[in-house]
């Protein structure tokens, strides 16, 4: 995670020097995520490869979610299916160059794990985890920081409260990123109204009754976490942003599965520490160096599934402090 750290604040301070005082925010921080992700996860310098490798995935993600499933040449489907080949391709080739080397990136350490009979995974699962990998998180965090970003410049007066935390720790470390509390429940509260994955698929495992609903074994049971996280039996005044629901005491005696941006039980997200470093380091160097506002009158327009993002692409003024 200290590695980590140190390509993410180097990543977002050069990424956010090239921002003008006005910007469409979705896909400059979509590009950010990707960039941070090139360094983290596949140990590659900025430049011409990591934006080949980007695009790919850009591409095969965007398969995932399209309505024509057929490989039809110049459809979405088509590329996302061109960009899994590519993606592939590079993983297959360089895990012979990853092997027995000291790369602190995922992909490297992914090369260089041994089960218990100290064998190297094979190529096709450093393939297969690799690119699960990048798609967990990198539109998680793509959707977490745009709707956290969106919810400070339409709230003013958090905005300012977690300015005040920023200006009172100029610097932002490895060893200091406890001291962050407004950040993190400005995060918090973005992902309580925009879970980045609002409904999460499960199976039942065995015949149960839910709210007067008998479900069979084997049945496919979704958990909607935007719907949980607005319900108002659980949240007071639930449309309302307010990061201090998620201080330590408003949140001693809350049910742990009353909130869920990150799932729970054994598959629960297992980078969610990465998504608070990323999101702290991050909303740090923004409010450091610019006040985030809204155009007069502005009017969000929510897509919300299959992952929140705004349809106009939230366009934002960066104000200079
Ligand atoms: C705000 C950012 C993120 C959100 C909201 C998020 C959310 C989730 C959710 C809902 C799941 C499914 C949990 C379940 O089925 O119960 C999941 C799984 C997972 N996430 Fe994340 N995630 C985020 C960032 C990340 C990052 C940054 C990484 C990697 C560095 C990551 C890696 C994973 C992995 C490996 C799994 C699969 C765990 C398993 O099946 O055992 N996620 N995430």
């Known amino acids: 995670m200290r590695h980590y750290f140190g390509g993410?604040?180097?990543?977002?301070?050069?990424?956010?020097?090239?921002?003008?005082?006005?910007?469409?925010?979705?896909?400059?921080?979509?590009?950010l995520t990707l960039d941070l992700a090139a360094d983290a996860f596949l140990g590659l310098p900025w430049g011409l490869e990591a934006q080949k490798i980007n695009r790919a995935f850009v591409d095969m993600v965007q398969a995932s979610v399209t309505v024509i499933r057929k490989p039809i040449v110049g459809t979405p489907m088509w590329r996302g299916m061109r960009g899994r080949k590519f993606l592939c391709e590079f993983f297959q080739q360089e895990i012979p160059n990853r092997r027995g080397g000291n790369g602190e990136d995922f992909f490297s350490q992914f090369c260089n794990a041994?089960?218990?009979?100290?064998?190297?995974?094979?190529?096709?699962?450093?393939?297969?985890?690799?690119?699960?990998?990048?798609?967990?998180?990198?539109?998680?965090?793509?959707?977490?920081?745009?709707?956290?970003?969106y919810f400070l410049a339409a709230n003013p007066h958090w905005l300012s409260w977690a300015m005040e935390e920023v200006d009172a720790n100029a610097e932002i470390s490895y060893d200091n990123l406890n001291d962050f509390l407004r950040l993190e429940m400005v995060f918090k509260?973005?992902?309580?109204?925009?879970?980045p994955v609002p409904v999460i698929p499960r199976r039942a495992l065995k015949d149960f009754e839910f709210g007067g609903y008998a479900i069979p074994a084997g049945a496919m049971v979704s958990i909607n976490t935007m719907l949980t996280h607005r319900l108002p039996e659980?949240?007071?005044?639930?449309?309302?942003?307010n990061p201090e629901r998620f201080s330590a005491e408003n949140s001693r005696d809350r049910h742990r599965y009353t909130y869920?941006?990150?799932?729970?039980?054994?598959?629960?997200?297992?980078?969610?520490?990465?998504?608070?470093?990323?999101?702290?380091?991050?909303?740090?160097?923004?409010?450091?160096?610019?006040?985030p506002e809204l155009k007069t009158g502005y009017e969000p327009d929510?897509?919300?599934?299959?992952?929140?993002?705004?349809?106009?692409?939230?366009?934002?003024?960066?104000?200079?402090?």
């Open 8 to 31: 993410l604040h180097r990543g977002v301070e050069r990424g956010l020097s090239t921002w003008g005082s006005q910007l469409k925010f979705y896909p400059a921080i979509k590009q």
């Open 114 to 149: 041994r089960d218990d009979n100290g064998n190297y995974l094979s190529d096709q699962e450093v393939i297969d985890h690799m690119n699960f990998l990048m798609m967990a998180a990198h539109d998680t965090l793509t959707s977490s920081l745009t709707s956290a970003v």
């Open 189 to 195: 509260e973005a992902m309580r109204l925009n879970p």
């Open 234 to 241: 659980l949240w007071d005044e639930p449309e309302a942003f």
């Open 260 to 291: 869920v941006p990150y799932g729970g039980g054994a598959h629960m997200c297992l980078g969610l520490h990465f998504a608070y470093m990323q999101a702290k380091v991050f909303l740090h160097a923004l409010l450091k160096a610019r006040r």
């Open 302 to 321: 929510w897509a919300r599934f299959p992952i929140p993002r705004p349809r106009d692409q939230l366009p934002l003024i960066l104000q200079k402090r």
